[in-house]
């Protein structure tokens, strides 16, 4: 298994500024992944964080907004840029343990934030 | 296109066993997951099926019929604690989670 602590877990955050979520697993693992989740709704994938090179991003999620770093195969970060309130959401870091494709995901405690 | 549909809420009985239902569309198919999540926390892991049948764990069972593209998730013996959202996931042919809406159970005294 793998334990994901996740900072900052709450923010608020003023419209226009950016944010960095830090994401840190206790070992090392092929995926990681950035997650964001509103209130009720289901899990939208933005971004599988690779180590070492560019991040893949889904559609409608773009660098400039949501750069992301993975340095290496145990950290990983997720910048929300000039935030607005449409932003106010639960981000979640997620990462893949296993050597196959299906290994079991684990996920972070969240970052919950709020643009005003 | 792909999509996974499961009901909004449930609402049942402790001690009693409840079915949540999932139905998929993906293109391919390399498993189903679920996942629990409590009400502000992280979903945790609770099943995955590949093959069709019946995998048993505990208080929790989960089923998979691949040609119907169905699954369903069994909570036997319920307790105050399984109130949370139950969300279900399944893996398409590039490994991608198309994830459900979740389920969200309300258990009763």
């Known amino acids: 298994s793998a334990v994901i602590s996740q900072k900052p877990s709450r923010d608020i955050c003023q419209r226009g500024t950016s944010l960095t979520i830090q994401c840190q697993v206790d070992?090392?693992?092929?995926?990681m992944f950035w997650y964001r989740q509103q209130p009720g709704q289901s899990l939208t994938l933005i971004a599988t964080?690779?180590?070492?090179?560019?991040?893949?991003?889904e559609s409608g999620f773009v660098i400039d907004k949501f750069p992301i770093s993975r340095p290496n195969l145990t950290f990983s970060t997720l910048t929300v840029s000039n935030m607005s309130p449409e932003d106010s959401s639960i981000y979640l870091c997620?990462?893949?343990?296993?050597?196959?494709?299906?290994?079991?995901?684990?996920f972070g405690e969240g970052s919950r934030l709020t643009v005003l | 296109g792909q999509n996974i549909d499961q009901p909004t809420e449930m609402t049942a009985t402790e001690g009693a066993i409840v079915q949540i239902n999932c139905t998929y569309q993906?293109?391919?198919?390399?498993?189903l997951f679920w996942y629990q999540q409590h009400a502000g926390e992280a979903p945790t892991f609770l099943s995955y099926?590949?093959l069709d049948g019946l995998e048993e764990k505990g208080r929790f069972s989960s089923f998979l019929s691949r040609s119907k593209g169905y699954s369903y998730l069994l909570l036997k013996e319920l307790q105050m604690k399984d109130s949370a959202s139950y969300l279900c996931?399944?893996?398409?042919?590039?490994?991608?989670?198309?994830w459900g809406a979740g389920t969200k159970l309300i258990i009763k005294p």
């Open positions: 997620s990462a893949q343990s296993g050597t196959g494709d299906t290994g079991e995901l684990f």
């Open positions: 070992s090392q693992v092929t995926m």
């Open positions: 964080a690779n180590q070492g090179s560019e991040a893949t991003y």
């Open positions: 993906t293109s391919g198919f390399n498993g």
């Open positions: 099926n590949v």
């Open positions: 996931a399944a893996m398409d042919s590039n490994y991608q989670l198309i």
